[in-house]
């Protein structure tokens, strides 16, 4: 080990030096910051928000907790429906879940992965508001003070609040419901709904749970809390009141939830809606990713989607195949341009830059729609190979709607990119090369072969990177003249983010194609190595 | 410059008949834009084995005649022939030249035994063969250990021993230099310029070298064209184009030359008399001037200017001078005088124990012997 060596005032040289530093280092982030925070806020954060999409499920446990927690104990493998437990749960659930609007989002989002599922929720959704008014009028007929709000929220509400609420004296908002701790213990169903009741009373309705009658799927869970426990002792004023209610309870006349649900529709007879409920009801999914690849999760496990729905794994490969035809023809067009460019004299080289920029003057719309216009079926260049006789009028070429199109238009659009860095990097190869090359011995295509164009491959890959990447992602180009069979997987993306609203599956289609993006440049890397990326001298 | 120069060139057209001729310019022109000449009427002949150096300015065509001869610029007019083939319509790649490029040319994306190996390769030599030639090119310019390495693994100077390896490698017998010492530092360009004159020798191999530096020219070549203007100046060899330049833009572009103008007062068979401008009078030696009148610019060494009246012929003719500057530079002294109206007029003397130190501001008197002195065009 070498000695450490200090600076002229005695503190070691690093720390000196690292000292001297640190101003200059402070200067660069500070010139780098807004860029910085801009791309934080605009771009990192909304891309991970959106990359988070892809797992994240916790819609179906926040929407429906009682049912996903009921559902835990119900045998999947059995291929029966699930207790009537479950039907319960779910028709509290339901009832906090249409008050608050909620329940034809999750029927959505539930929807993507069994589709009616949506309808479904739906049409229970209006019907779930009656279930359990049997008990409610039963217990009004054994004492009217069960239609009293007041009754309700003495049973349920901590004293405090009570205090709270009456001291209250109506401006701003009423203190938040608290339940009674005597109440979860003697009561826990209805506690447990009546404080959902309340909360959505307070928050959604602006009202207060002390002048609403409660919902009469409250009344349902006071008749199951009262059949549980039959002795139930409530302490204060209303003790009467209830062991009243509890002794009348085993004679109730009784509602069949889950004959309500069948009636409502058929479909709460069919095991598969439980196991997709089942399925996603945990907070994070990979269920989307498995959509993305043509899987699908099912109770017995992961399986192929049926046949006539597996489209993504058709669409990525041909996003890759498609856009390395693309990558190849910009190659093939865009070496030769570039060689000129970077071997005429500047003059003329300077106006062939131009015409080489000069797509990006219009407007990349203005460029395809172009695009459709020559080659449609009674297009410019069909008309001009009619013309000339190539082709009959009556077997012109499908040129667009089709992968034709979007190759014939995305290699167009995507050239400069590749002609950009061939041209910077030919112009660092010096012409004497090729004429050493020559004066050895080599002929016009050796000396170009084995001298000039291994230099060029750092052009190439830097080319063939920006054009690749680019063109996997598009989706303007291949969304106007790629018609159904030239389209890529952007579009798919484009499609679930505006219209079908999977943004789960739009995310982790788009992860997916991040992933491959990484993972092709890594490979380049490991193959050419990306220190031969050259974008200029 | 005016067009009544002879071309001195033209000494080589006599030769260029002869069956001696390896390289051979016949009345060759260029012109890249249809307008100027870059080349006007170049005649040259070179023997087998010799080393000739073209030496000008930039623009003079010096690397335009090099790049024909290569191959890669065809003449406008005029033949080129190797070996007594015309070679004006044979591509580069056949026609067997070696060429040491001014940047070396060295390919990158080889190593150095890859780079000798190219030109075997395109011919066709089996590998083994291959592998020899190039320990034995590398050998030459002791580079051996370096075969593994890349061009941008090695300093300038061995750079350009390579560059000159691979231009040897396939043992042509013409090898062409386009300015491989330009990019060096002068005490490597010294080393580099010993070596490649002893190597072209030793092989026996027929060199064509172009330069501006006129040392480089002078120390390593068998014979020197002086190009300006798109024409051979003068071709010689280094110490007739020093010592007898024969005119004055060589006079003046090749070492260290003192230039005073007149017009000849009197012709005396092989010296003349002329009168400058100053009005002074003095002795030189007529060589393109012909006739009493004649404006002429003569043209005196430093070194061949004397101050010693003892060591000039008594009926010499004296100018008279005053010291301005004198530097100290070790070997020699260097002497700035004011003479006949100028003020860079210089001497040089040798730095001998009885040598005179002349100091600034003294009044003396210089002469020098009349073919010293050199009367040339004006």
Redo the contacts between chains.
Sequence with gaps: MAEQVLAADGTPLKASLNRALRRQKMRALVLILPLLLFILATFIYPIGQMLFRSVENGIVSETIPRTVVALDDWDTQENDLPPATVFDALAKDLAVAVELKEHTRLGSRLNYELSGISSLFRKTGRRVDDIGEIYTDQLVALDPAWEDPATWVTLMADPDWIAAQAAWDGEGDEPAFVVSATAIDMLPQTADIYADFARVIQSGDNDSPTEEEPWHIVSLALYQDLIASPSVDIPGPLAGLVSTAAAAAPSFETEDVIATFTDVDDDWQNPEVWETIYTYSPAYTNGYFLNAIDLQKTTDGIEWQPENEQVYLTLFLRTMIMSMTITISCILLGYPVAWMLANLPARKANLLMILVLLPFWTSLLVRTSAWKVLLQNQGVINDLLVWVGFIADDNRLALINNATGTVIAMTHILLPFMILPLYSVMQTI?I??L??????????W??FW??YF??SVPGIGAGSILVFILSIGYYITPEIVGGTKGVFISNRIAYHISSSLNWGLAAALGAILLAIVLALYWAYDRIVGIDNVKLGG | MALKIPILGGAGLSEAKSDTAFVEFERVQKSYDGENLVVKDLNLSMPKGEFLTMLGPSGSGKTTCLMML???ETATHGAIRLDGVSINNI?????????V???Y?????MTVAENLS??LE??KIGKSTREEKVMRALGMVQMQDFAGRRPAQLSGGQQQRIALA??LV?EPELV?MDEPLGALDKQLRETLQFEITKLAHDLGITVVYVTHDQTEALTMSDRVAVFDDGRIQQLAPPDELYEAPQNSFVAQFIGENNTLEGVVQEMRGDSCIVKLDSGDVIDAMPVNVSKVGERTKVSIRPERVEFDKSRLSPDAHTLKAEVLEFIYMGDIFRTRLRVAGTDDFVIKSRNAPDQVRLTPGSQIEIGWLAQDCRALDA
């Design positions: 010096p004497s090369y004429r050493a090359a020559k004066s050895l011995g080599a002929t016009n050796t000396a084995r001298v291994p230099q | 290569a191959g890669f591509p580069p790649h056949k026609r067997g030249i070696g060429m490029f001014q940047n040319a060295l390919f990158p994306h190219f030109p395109v011919r691979r231009a396939f062409l």
